[in-house]
């Protein structure tokens, strides 16, 4: 009765229509077997088990060990940078600036390792840091490839990778009596390394493809598979090399602790253990290979990274990358603090420019140039102009002069050009001159584009200025220079430059007249401190009583010529005319391809919204993440175990479950599928010779459900057990399905049951 | 009067001091008797099968640095769980044991930021395993083919034996517990 009763009451369960939105489907495995941070399940397994059911546990405990990933939606960025990133590099400065004094720790960047390594049983403490300190920013003009623009300079040496030993070991062998038997494994940026020996302020390592070799499992090196198939334990054993193509290319009969060059391949392998059965079948062969001669090397305190063959101490693979040690002073011992070192020697100095980066080897890290700190500029142009009229600025519909020459200052960034008092902000400022009724009188206007009447607005009220060095000092300012009435003979007027009128950083840019010298302007940019940049305006025309002169920059009307500009690039002034690049002033004012604008007579430089600096990174730099994109990061969480049917309560009812096998072997997959255990054959109801994966939903507890995968046979169960470890690709056909039937690991293998 | 108070007050604070006493007591015990059961590493919070104490008193020859050192290598690239068939009631072990070593294992890989891989394999005989340097094996003897409850390792083979079922369990754990670098105070 009980069966019957049981029997009814799974097939209503199984008949039962479930509301759609309710049921638990594919799509959401296997998020559901996690809630807030803890696996939510558990895995029961048939207390009678197969040897395949193995084989399935270990797929899907792989597979579900992925629920310590969780998925995040971020919003878009730029490209992320995992280390350090700073923005405020000077121009001319070393990375000592970084903190840490330029010496890269794991605290700055986590992919260098502050850790442990393992030597007969007992632990000793290592950290990896690099040393960029030496690195420096440069902007100088008068340096070949540099050329005033902002680069990272690496010279030889600049960048050091350092394994730095923290706790001291001993026991280890010297370099004339290696221990090949308790070799120190240590890792250098990534790549293995076998230390056999230390002492005389020299190391002695194993490198190359370590591993165990049999006669069907080889280690791999490059192209090459190395076997072994027959030996002596503890003795010898022979070494078969092959090619890509499967082709032995070279048999050696090596003893243990011996090494062999091939001829054939240019590898040499080193033999450190064999073990083998009495007949001679190779059970596994501790071996190393690599380049030849290079698999036993013996550092010193220098890198060669210049020769060739055994004398190079080049870091395996690289051609700029040497190895060489600090400190291992005592044979047979590693001292606090002594260190392996990988050292950057590339032939020539390396500069970088922005947006490049310098990757160290087995891209373990990255040493980049980002480019400035801020992407506010505001360009400035200073052009020669003519025939202009001005307008009184106490009312603009005054004339207060026409015929007026001089230059035209103007920005892309509206309100980036001030007076010298007033506090107001213009995108057009204008300094021009009238010629006088003496040789070299002339009027002097520094005046605004007025926007809301379209005129330029000069002060109609000449201040009459007595000997040399005036400076403006109202907003509107017109003055006459060696007049009738006085006798002053220069004046300058210095316009504020600031980003918007609103940017961190003030520059000047003097506008200077004076109408005895024979170059009657001058145009000078200042960062506060220096005239960086100096612009050589000249007449085109002379000065005279009837004539205003015109104005050209350089000796040369729309030609560049090497004078014309001139910079301050590390302290020192370059004359910059003719460079077809930008050129990065002291200052952080940019003098925009002053040949190409040279050409035209214009001036033109941007100005940074603040201090100007560099932005550097050590780390690795990410891609830049999509807006909306999701990124798998770990979180984590509370592990679930595996059970026995028989060990399963009321209390691991309450969760999730896993239940793999069969109702006749798994009395949890029995009672899920509302079966009396065992069930076995049709009763089952799993599909003959296939297997079933079905979600069943408040079984036990409500809102919680069993998984069954399920097969006819252990090897259909093993089946779907593949499935399962698959189901991101497996499963996506039948996403919103809750039950399918499995014949093959396949898409077309799983139907909708 | 002033005597009896005196004496009142001492008996009070004796008791106090006692009972105090008492209930510190009665937590040690209680804390020291129950079992073990997770352990938190990096954030993750390993649940095991059985009382981490009990695990933690099996052998480990050489030692459980070696157990360490041979699962959480840079060498390694994949670990096979070899183990021979018990019949139906120990191959369950296996499958549980199983799951519990991988499923650990890959999350603890996965915080040393190492990728390694699993596989199976069924034995005839636990002789002249192949282990290798990058791929080790973990041999699971049943309490059907063993006569002791021990980890030992021999050269790149890693037997895990139990006399007992429970043993056998607790074997597992305290291999883990090697690997995952569990130390308990």
Redesign the interface.
């Known amino acids: 009765m009980k069966k019957i009763i049981a029997s009814l009451l799974a097939a209503l369960m199984l008949a039962m229509p479930v509301a759609p939105a309710l049921a638990k489907t594919f799509g959401e495995f296997p998020t559901f077997l996690g809630v807030d941070g ?1 696996a939510d399940y558990y ?1 029961v ?7 395949a ?6 797929d ?3 597979r ?2 992925e629920l ?2 969780t998925t995040v939606t971020v919003a878009g960025a730029g490209a992320a940078i995992e280390g350090i990133e700073r923005d405020d590099i000077g121009l001319y400065a070393a990375l000592s600036n970084l903190p840490g004094s330029g010496v890269m720790k794991n605290f700055h960047y986590s992919g260098l390792k502050d850790s442990t390594f ?1 030597w007969r ?3 000793y403490d290592f950290h990896e840091q690099v040393d960029v300190s030496n690195v420096y920013m440069r902007h100088d003009f008068g340096t070949s490839n540099i050329n005033g623009t902002e680069k990272m300079e690496i010279q030889s040496g600049d960048v050091v990778y350092q394994y730095v030993f923290d706790e001291a070991l001993t026991g280890t062998g010297s370099i004339s009596d290696p221990n090949y038997t308790y070799p120190i ?1 240590v ?1 250098l940026l990534g790549t ?1 390394f076998a230390i056999v020996g230390t002492g005389s302020n020299q190391i002695k390592v194993l490198q190359g493809s ?5 006669s069907t ?1 080889p ?1 791999t090196y490059g192209d090459y598979s190395i076997y072994s198939d027959l030996g002596a334990s503890d003795s010898w054993a022979r070494i078969i090399i092959k090619d890509s193509a499967g082709n032995t290319v070279d048999t050696l009969i090596i003893d243990q602790g011996s090494s062999k060059d091939s001829s054939a391949t240019g590898l040499t392998v080193k033999v450190t ?1 064999v ?1 083998a ?1 009495t007949d001679g079948t190779i ?2 062969v ?1 071996l190393v290979v690599g380049p030849r001669g290079e698999v036993e090397k013996t550092y010193d305190t220098s890198a060669d990274t210049t020769s060739t063959g055994t004398a190079s101490d080049r870091f395996p693979g690289e051609t700029d990358w040497g190895i060489k040690v600090s400190g291992f002073s005592t044979a047979g011992q590693i001292a606090v603090g002594d260190k392996i070192e990988v050292v950057y020697q590339p032939t020539e100095t390396v500069y970088l420019t922005a947006g490049e980066k310098l990757t160290l080897p087995n891209n373990y890290a990255e040493l980049g140039f980002e480019g400035w700190n801020t992407d506010d500029f505001a360009t400035i142009t200073v052009r020669p102009v003519s025939s202009l009229t001005a307008y009184s600025q106490s009312n603009p519909d005054t004339l207060v002069a026409s015929g007026l020459n001089g230059l035209e200052i103007s920005t892309d960034v509206s309100s980036s050009i001030g007076g010298v008092v007033g506090g107001n902000w213009y995108s057009k400022a204008y300094a021009l001159i009238k010629h006088g009724n003496t040789p070299t009188n002339i009027t002097v206007y520094y005046g605004f584009y007025d926007e809301s009447s379209q005129k330029i607005l000069v002060n109609s009220t000449v201040v009459v200025l007595g000997g040399s060095s005036n400076t403006a000092n109202a907003e509107y300012f017109t003055a006459a220079l060696n007049g009738t009435t006085g006798t002053g003979t220069d004046v300058t007027y210095p316009f504020k430059l600031r980003y918007a009128g609103v940017g961190d950083k003030t520059f000047t840019l003097r506008v200077k007249f004076d109408s005895t010298s024979s170059d009657i302007v001058d145009v000078m940019v200042n960062d506060g401190s220096n005239d960086q940049v100096i612009y050589d305006f000249e007449n085109k025309t002379a000065l005279s009583t009837s004539s205003t002169p015109e104005f050209r920059l350089g000796t040369t009307a729309s030609s560049a010529q090497e004078t014309e500009v001139k910079a301050n690039t590390e302290s020192t002034q370059y004359n910059v005319g003719k460079a077809s690049q930008d050129v990065v002033a002291d200052g952080g004012i940019i003098v925009v391809a002053p040949a190409t604008y040279g050409a035209a007579d214009k001036a033109v430089f941007k100005i940074p919204a603040k201090e100007l600096k560099v932005k550097v990174y050590f780390g690795k730099m990410g891609a830049a993440a999509t807006e909306g994109g999701e990124y798998k990061v ?1 979180k ?9 049917d028989t060990e399963v309560t009321a209390t691991h009812k309450a969760k999730n479950i896993i239940a ?1 096998g069969g109702p006749c ?1 798994n009395r949890i997959t029995a009672e899920a599928l509302g079966l009396t255990y065992p069930a076995c054959g049709a009763a089952s109801t799993i599909p003959e010779n296939a297997a079933m994966i079905k979600i069943i939903d408040d079984v036990f507890t409500p809102g919680k459900s069993v998984v069954v995968v399920a097969g006819w046979e252990a090897e259909n169960t093993r089946t779907a057990c593949t499935v399962l470890q698959n189901y991101d690709t497996l499963l996506t056909h039948v996403a919103d399905q809750s039950a399918v039937k499995v014949t093959a690991a396949t898409q077309t293998g799983i139907t909708v049951l | 009067m002033g005597k009896v108070k005196t004496k009142l007050n001492l008996r009070l604070i004796s008791m106090l001091i006692f009972s105090v006493l008492l209930i510190y007591l009665i937590i040690y015990f209680y804390q020291a008797s129950r079992p073990v059961t997770a352990y938190q590493i990096n954030g993750f919070k390993f649940v095991f099968r059985n009382d981490l104490r009990k695990a933690n008193k099996i052998p480990v020859y050489p030692s459980e640095d070696a157990v360490y050192l041979k699962l959480i290598n840079p060498i390694v690239k994949n670990v096979t769980i070899a183990f021979k068939d018990a019949g139906e009631k120990e191959n369950s072990l296996y499958v549980v044991e199983s799951y519990e070593i991988v499923y650990k294992l890959t999350l603890f890989y996965k915080i040393k930021g190492m990728e390694v891989g699993f596989d199976s394999m069924q034995v005839d005989s636990y002789e002249n395993l192949p282990g290798k340097i990058q791929n080790p094996i973990i041999a699971l003897v049943s309490p059907k083919f063993s006569n002791e409850t021990a980890i030992r390792i021999e050269d790149h083979v890693i037997y895990v034996k139990g006399k007992t079922k429970e043993e056998f369990d607790l074997a597992v754990i305290k291999l883990l517990m090697c690997a995952l670098r569990i130390k308990l105070e």
């Open positions: 803890t895995i397994v048939g207390a009678a088990a197969q040897p059911d193995v084989v399935g546990a270990i899907i405990a792989s579900l060990a310590s990933y393992t049983g007992n632990d494994y890792e293995q370590i591993g165990t070799a049999t499992t280690v253990k073990r059965l059970v596994g501790d770990i984590p969480i509370t592990s679930s175990v595996a059970l026995l793999v072997v």
